[in-house]
């Protein structure tokens, strides 16, 4: 984890997929309407973490509350079109989860009011205990520190 040959333990993503995607004119645009959008932020460390609506992939509307028991293109990947309704975007996930993503899948409601209360644009990590904020990263991509949320979950074990 945090290897620059691979983000996560799923060998199919890999540097050379995503990390040129950094100079692209569709990333800054990314960037800045990920700066745009986090003036919504609501999520903070040591706070109340936000309860959003959120769906299954079989379109029954949940919470992000329900999960706490529990972006751009990147080369070899699926080119899927910005989501015009919630279909759209629940095939999206179905797609994802046919690459076996090693975690539970649920989608934003249309408005994304998930992503900007946790200012989520284009990802970032939390762990969320018993309601509250224990750990905010910083926006992705470069926020992105997988091995602090492993320092973090191995201290509430």
Known sequence: ?????TMTQNPKFKYEDWGPTFFSLAFIKTVISVNWCSLGL???????APDTALFTLDGQKTSIHR???DAWAFANNVDISVHKNLEERLSAARTLVKEDPLCTVVVDEMT?????KYGALPERLYVIQSGNVIYQGGIGPWGYKPEEV?????KIK
């Open 1 to 5: 984890m945090g290897e620059r040959s």
């Open 42 to 48: 609501e999520a903070f460390e040591g706070h109340a």
């Open 67 to 69: 999960f706490l028991k």
């Open 112 to 116: 994304n009011i998930t992503a900007s």
């Open 150 to 154: 492993r320092k973090v979950l191995e």
